[in-house]
């Protein structure tokens, strides 16, 4: 973040976030790491096969979005990390969403 903070002092988002990422565990931000590389591979490739017209992209999505959901809630239990808390009930919100765009095109 030091050259978001060069580019920019007065920068919202790292002047946010930079306080939060210094109180954590270095396991928490490996698991952090891990967890955004894993799932954007996954997310960019699903969803360019959902935007290419592939429904069977649909139900996979839903399963890896399921999976990451009580992979999340099993870290809950552990660390009560009310970030956390927030990124469950994203995902929880793009599952619905997703699963009813999949009720729509399967009619």
Known sequence: MRYEIMEDPN????SFVS???EKLSIDTLHFVAGYMMFWGFIDVFLSKSILGGKRWAFPILLIVILFFIIYELYRLSYTHSLILVGVI???IIVFYLVWRE???ISV
């Not at 920068?11 to 790292?14: E, R, T």
């Open 11 to 14: 920068d919202f988002l790292v």
């Open 19 to 21: 306080p939060l990422l």
């Open 89 to 91: 009930i994203i995902d």
């Open 102 to 104: 999949y009720k729509k």
